[in-house]
């Protein structure tokens, strides 16, 4: 059975940094791309950051590109999204997500397996 867990996520201020993290099981991580996803209130699910199965290959959306990073360790199993620069815009549900192939993309059904989201939230 694979479960994705996300945590991290928390109260920070604008310009404050945070990193979440994902946990994977029940899949061979090595090989399946990860992504982070978030939803705000009143908003559509949008698509953040995603890595390649090798952790050689990342996209970002055009919102956060240059101020959130995406990367993976194999031997913990573990993706990570550290934010940095946060703006009250960013405050959404963070979703964390993997696919069946090690291809990264950025469309959220791509994706087969889903946490239950952390609570990102930034003050100005």
């Known amino acids: 059975q694979v479960q994705v867990v996300e945590s991290g996520g928390r109260l920070v201020q604008a310009g404050g940094s945070l990193r979440l993290s994902c946990g994977a099981s029940?899949?061979?991580?090595?090989?399946?791309?990860m992504g982070w996803f978030r939803q705000a209130p009143g908003k559509e699910r949008e698509f953040v950051a995603t890595i390649s199965g090798t952790g050689r290959t990342t996209y970002y959306a055009d919102s956060v590109k240059g101020r959130f990073t995406i990367s993976r360790d194999t031997a913990k199993n573990t993706v990570y999204l550290q934010m940095n620069s946060l703006k009250p815009a960013d405050t959404a549900v963070y979703y964390c997500?993997?696919?069946?192939?090690?291809?990264?993309?950025?469309?959220?059904?791509?994706?087969?397996?889903w946490g239950q989201g952390t609570q990102v939230t930034v003050s100005s």
């Open positions: 029940g899949l061979t991580f090595s090989t399946v791309a």
């Open positions: 997500a993997a696919r069946s192939l090690g291809i990264p993309t950025m469309i959220s059904a791509d994706y087969a397996y």
